[in-house]
Each structure stands twice: as structure tokens, then as C-alpha cells.
């Protein structure tokens, strides 16, 4: 079981920006398997996120990559980013989109049909759901069950991204229930980045 097309992976930002990382970036990209890339940096300052978003919003350009900013609206209108993700806790998506207009915002709805219905009717541009597995990234408050990736499907048209601890050893469970897209950070971070990437290309063949 494999998901049927290429660019099936919206990479999240580590949560600090190393030297090597806009390399590893650029190296993860070319590997044409990666379609989004969320800006997600909790501890950094409204100036270092805008700088940072700047230029990765090049090296998205360059390998047509669609960037998406965490959490704010405003910084992704500033950055020129294609859009923004919000969780529960963030902007009202209806504040959001008098902002950002037609640009891309995505919705986080844990475990939650009720959320994902809200969403949609809301008039979310991709919903997310999760976590499946415990997470090194972030801490864990729900947990999804691979049904609802199913369900999502058949009450949808909205692109469904999976996220929570997925990596290139555990994804392929997932894929029977037919996920538009895995969301990835430590799965790929963690490690040794440009190795893992190939072995998510292997594992999807």
C-alpha cells in the first residue's frame, strides 16, 4: 500500500533552526516527495520568525513548495507565505481569512469529528487530525484512531493530513485508510535528515 502520489509530505520545522538546516531543506526538497512546509517555532521572537520565514519562503519558491505559517495569520501575509495553520487555541479561522483572503488555511481537529465538521464548515482549506503515535515534538493529548482517517475521507473532498509521531518505520499502517497527506518533524529531524527522506521514497515505492 503505497499513497498515490508523489509529493505526499508536509514537513514541519524542527523547533530550532541549526546551521546545517537550509541545507538539509534544500537536500529534503529536491527529493520532490515534500508538497508543504509549516514554519512552526514556538520559541522564537515575532523579528527571528519573520527573518527565518523570508528565506525558506525562497527555498520554497525554488522547489514549489507550498510554505505555511503555525499559529499566525498576520506573519504569514508579512512573509508572503502561502498560507497558515491554526490550532485550536489560535485566531478564529473566520478573523483569519479576512487576512490571508484565498490563501491556504488549515485546521487542527485532534481526534474530533465534531471539530472536523466545524472546520469544514468554517471553510478550512485542508483539515489535520491527530496524533497516531506518541511524539517527541510536541506532547500528546489525543490520541486519533486510523478509522477516522477513513471517515474524514468519505464525509470530505478537503485534503486530510495525518500527524503525531509519524516516521519512515511506522507510516505504512496508515495508509490503508487512504490519508491525503502524513505530516512529519521528528521523524525526519530527529535523525539523520537526508537519509531519512530517502527511505520515506523507498518505503512508498
Known amino acids: 500500500m503505497r499513497i498515490n502520489k508523489k509529493r505526499f509530505i ?3 520545522s524542527p523547533n530550532k533552526i541549526k546551521k546545517n538546516f537550509y541545507n538539509n531543506l534544500k537536500v529534503i526538497f529536491s527529493s520532490n516527495l515534500v508538497s508543504f512546509f509549516q514554519l512552526r517555532l514556538k520559541q522564537y521572537s515575532l523579528i527571528q520568525k519573520e527573518k527565518i520565514g523570508i528565506k525558506i519562503k525562497k527555498i520554497c519558491k525554488k522547489f514549489k513548495v507550498k510554505l505555511i505559517i503555525n499559529d499566525d495569520p498576520n506573519l504569514a501575509k508579512k512573509v508572503g507565505a502561502d498560507g497558515c495553520h491554526l490550532g485550536q487555541n489560535d ?4 478573523v483569519a481569512r479576512k487576512i490571508l483572503r484565498k490563501k491556504i488555511i488549515g485546521i487542527t481537529c485532534h481526534n474530533s469529528k465534531k471539530l472536523i465538521k466545524q472546520a469544514i464548515k468554517n471553510g478550512a482549506n485542508y483539515i489535520a487530525i491527530g496524533a497516531f503515535f506518541k511524539s517527541k515534538t510536541k ?6 484512531k486510523p478509522g477516522l482517517i477513513s471517515w474524514a475521507k468519505r464525509f470530505t473532498n478537503l485534503p486530510v493530513i495525518i500527524i503525531g509521531g509519524i516516521n519512515n518505520k511506522n507510516f505504512r499502517k496508515l495508509l490503508l ?3 491525503d497527506f502524513l505530516a512529519i518533524s521528528g521523524g525526519i529531524w530527529d535523525k539523520k ?5 530517502k527511505e520515506f521514497y523507498e518505503n512508498n515505492r
Open 193 to 197: 535528515p537526508t537519509k531519512i527522506i
Open 139 to 144: 506532547k500528546v493529548k489525543y490520541i486519533a
Open 91 to 94: 485566531m478564529d479561522i473566520r
Open 177 to 179: 485508510h487512504k490519508p
Open 10 to 12: 508536509y514537513l514541519i
